[in-house]
């Protein structure tokens, strides 16, 4: 069996992202190392850990030993690079964990395989198993995430081709770390005045109690959809060609139970249009429980919106005024409410970076030529 896993793992590495099927074996679960192994029925990697931490901000849900256990709640057995192969030899694509670009004076968002994480460990007598985010919890909202995946960002390699998250110890991260082996989609600053998250007292067990976590492809599709006062339908930034909700959804997946909505409302939205889109989800095949239903347009982003497109409206302006002074009062007109519900969804989000700038100035300048 050490054969067979040693061939996948060197048939990974020098193959770069193609990997070899699954070893043919009677063993459902294989240990690779010490505290990680792979369970080929239910393709995932479990690693073994323990609670360390119940109290405090946090920059990471898991670390190896030795390493950052005053800012994560769990210390893993496994080296980081253990995990990194496991996961290799799981089919998942190491990506690039965030990064700072000193030019652009911005963080790169990082990339690569998502997967979802859970934890499974005793309560009162029993083995449960239950979403990693549950042992989370915001202090100043008092929630807890709904729905959370980390991204195989892979760390990075140093000059002597030692993987860095074995130094740091940065295994599964809530911040922005470069040797994150797993990592949010999201950029989260590691300020101590910026920290989000907490552990959830009622959730996480005491101290020293023994853990594991399960790592597994994401298996479900993300879909956020916009809906305005009056039911018409906004996806990536444009009012859809088709009225129809479901068939929409059957234009992005051919799997729509396997797919995640966040559908945003507007203000002044009619009930009775909200509940016919959402008829429209349930029969083309989307799960009651994979919706959510979000406000668009919070009053915080409305005025982040306002300053943003007066901003590039202003510099539009500007270049108009130098290179044909007749033509600068169209550059005062207001975007299109499709353009301005994007740049909600994109704060939202917190995507907001130079390529959506120049997608605002762009748009304002074709509308003003």
């Not at 060197?10 to 192994?37: C, D, F, M, N, Y």
């Not at 496991?86 to 694509?93: D, K, R, S």
Request: glycine share 6%; proline share 7%; charged share 20%.
């Amino acid at each position: 069996m050490g054969v067979q896993l040693l061939g996948l793992w060197i048939g990974w590495w020098a193959g770069g992202l193609i990997l070899a099927p699954p070893p043919q074996t009677s063993q459902p679960t294989v240990t690779l190392t010490e505290g990680v192994r792979i369970d080929w029925s239910h393709r995932r990697v479990e690693m073994d850990g323990q609670v360390v931490l119940r109290e405090g901000y946090l920059e990471l849900v898991a670390c190896s030993r030795q390493t950052r256990e005053h800012e994560s709640i769990i210390c893993v057995q496994a080296k980081p690079m253990h995990i990194y192969q496991a996961l290799g030899l799981l089919g998942l694509e190491p990506g690039q964990p965030p990064l700072w670009d000193w030019q652009a004076q911005r963080v790169l968002p990082p990339w690569g395989s998502a997967v979802e994480i859970s934890v499974r460990y005793e309560q009162q007598g029993e083995i449960v198993e239950r979403p990693v985010q549950e042992w989370l919890i915001n202090p100043h909202t008092q929630r807890t995430p709904r729905r959370l995946y980390w991204l195989f960002s892979g760390s990075q390699f140093d000059d002597q081709q030692q993987l860095l998250a074995d130094g740091e110890g940065t295994v599964i991260s809530l911040v922005d770390f470069d040797s994150s082996i797993l990592t949010l989609p999201r950029s989260f600053s590691s300020n101590n005045s910026e920290l989000i998250w907490q552990p959830h007292p009622e959730h996480v067990p005491p101290l020293q109690t023994r853990c594991t976590l399960l790592i597994q492809p994401l298996n479900q599709r993300l879909l956020v959809v916009g809906l305005d006062s009056c039911g018409d339908i906004y996806w990536r930034g444009q009012r859809s060609p088709t009225s129809d909700l479901g068939r929409l959804v059957g234009i992005s997946t051919l799997e729509p139970q396997n797919l995640c909505i966040t559908v945003k409302i507007s203000s002044g939205l009619d009930p009775a249009q909200l509940q016919m889109r959402l008829e429209q989800l349930y029969e083309a095949g989307v799960a009651r429980k994979n919706i959510t239903i979000r406000p668009a347009s919070p009053e915080v982003l409305q005025q982040a919106v306002v300053g943003l497109v007066a901003w590039s409206q202003r510099l539009v302006f500007f270049r108009l005024q130098n290179n044909n002074p007749g033509s600068t009062n169209k550059a005062q007109e207001k975007l299109p409410a499709a353009h301005v519900y994007m740049l909600e969804d994109w704060l939202q989000r917190r995507l907001l970076d130079w390529r959506i700038v120049r997608s605002v100035i762009r748009y304002t300048l074709l509308q003003s030529a």
